[in-house]
C-alpha cells in the first residue's frame, strides 16, 4: 500500500550556521529507512507522466519499485541503464521543473522525491558494490569526444556499451567539466565524480586530458586518426561581462574564474597555493545557480557580506530554489531589483565599491519575462572588496574558428539540426552548452545520449 504523506522525506542536512564556514556536502543524505519510506510514496502511475519530464528517461517508476522493496542493487541497476552519472544527476538536476514537475503527488501535496532516491540508489552502489562495469565486445569502430564534462561523457559511455572505443580528449588536466571546475564540493564532492569517471573508464573510455582540440589537433586531424565520428562537447566556458566602467578594476571576477580557483585549483583548502582574494564584502551580480554557487563559496572564505545583486526579483530569480533556500540559510544578502552601473576603484586601483541604480519591472520581453526598467532618482553605493560577474557564459570560438565547415549561430553556439545533434559537418555532431549555451547538466546529458544513439545508427548504416 502506498505511503500517502503529503509531504517528503526531509533531506538531513548540516546546520547553516556550521555549514557556511566550510565546504563539506550541505546534504547528508537518506537513511536505508528513509528512502524506503519515501519510495512508498510513488504510487506507481500507468501513465508514468515522470519519464516524460527526464531529459534521458530513466525508468523512474520501476527504479524507485526496487528501493520501496529496499532491493538497492536492483534499483541501481535500473538506472545506470539509462544513466551514466547517477550521483551527479541525484546531486544537481533541477528535479523539481522536470521529473517531479511532472508527478501526480504533486497535485494535492509535494512529489515524490526522486532526485533523493536517485542519489540514495547511486551512493549506496558505490559504498556496497566494489565491482565496476566491464567493457563490451569491441566492434571495432573508433569515436573521439571533445570535452570530458556531463555532455561528453554521456555520450562516451553510451558508445563504449554498444562496443565503440571512445577516446574524450578533454583541455584541462582534470576529467569532469563544470563537474570539477564549477560546482562546489558542497553541492557536489569531487570523489563522487572522480568514481563515476572511472566507471566509465573501466568501460573502456579513454581520457586524453592537456588536449585542446583546435590548438593541439583539428578536428580533421582526428579523422585523419581513424576516427570514424567526433561529438563535440565542450561547453560554454567563454563568461559576459557588463561592460560598465570599473570592470577591469582589481578584485573583479568572473565567476567561471573565481569558481575554477575555487573548486578545481582548491583555493578553500588551507594549504592551497591558488590565489584567492580573502574578502570582507563580495558582491555577486546575477541570479542563476552559478551565482549562487559564487556566493555560498564567498562565504565559506570568511566574507562577512556576502550581496547577491539581481536586476529582477525574488519570483524571476533562476537559480533552483532549493539553492536559493540554502543561500538565505547560510546568511547571503539579496540585493533584488538592483543593477550595478559602475564599479568604483581607489587610487591603487583596486575595487571599492558599486554604483546602483533601483529596478522597476516593466512589460514582458520577448522571453515572456517582465522587462527590469531603472527606477529615476534611485543610484545608491555599496561598499565591497570584490565583485563577481555571473551573468552567463558562451561557447569558446577555438574550435569552430579551426574547423572548416562548421556553422555558429549569432551567438557562438553550433548549429545542429536540433533532432539528434549533426552539425553542418558531415559525422561531426555536437551537444550541451557548446550548442544551447549554458544550460543544466541533465539537458547536456540528454544531448550527449542522443547524439551517440545517431552516431551509432549512422556508422552502423556505413
Known sequence: MANMNPKKCPMPSQDPMVRN????????????????????????????????????????????????????????????????????????????????????????????AIGRLERFVADWHRENCAQKSQPVQPNGKKVAVIGAGPTGLTCAGELAKKGYKVTIYEALHTAGGVLVYGIPEFRLPKDIVKYEIDNLKAMGVEIETNMVIGKILTIDELFEMGYEAVYIGSGAGLPKFMGIPGESLKGVYSANEYLTRVNLMKAYKPDSKTPIRKSRNVAVVGGGNVAMDAARSAKRLGAENVYIVYRRGMQELPARAEEIEHAQEEGIIFKLLTNPVEVIGDENGEIKAIRCVEMMLGEPDDSGRRRPVVKPDSEFVIDIDTMIMSIGTSPNPLISSTTEGLETDKWGCIVTNGDDGLTTRNAVYA????????????????????????????????
Open 21 to 112: 564556514h566550510n565546504f563539506k556536502e550541505v546534504a547528508l543524505g537518506y537513511t536505508m529507512d528513509m528512502a524506503v519510506e519515501e519510495a512508498q510514496r510513488c504510487l506507481n502511475c500507468k501513465t508514468k507522466p515522470c519519464i516524460s519530464g527526464c531529459p534521458v528517461l530513466i525508468d523512474i517508476p520501476a527504479f524507485i519499485g526496487e528501493v520501496a522493496k529496499g532491493d538497492i542493487a536492483k534499483a541501481y541497476e535500473i538506472l545506470s541503464q539509462q544513466t551514466s552519472l547517477p550521483a551527479v544527476c541525484g546531486r544537481v538536476c533541477p528535479q523539481e521543473t522536470q521529473c517531479e514537475g511532472k508527478c501526480v503527488r504533486a497535485i494535492k501535496g509535494e512529489s515524490v
Open 431 to 462: 551537444g550541451g552548452d557548446a550548442v544551447t549555451g549554458a544550460a543544466t547538466v541533465i539537458l547536456a546529458m540528454g544531448a550527449g545520449k542522443q547524439a551517440a544513439a545517431a552516431i551509432d545508427k549512422m556508422l552502423g548504416e556505413k
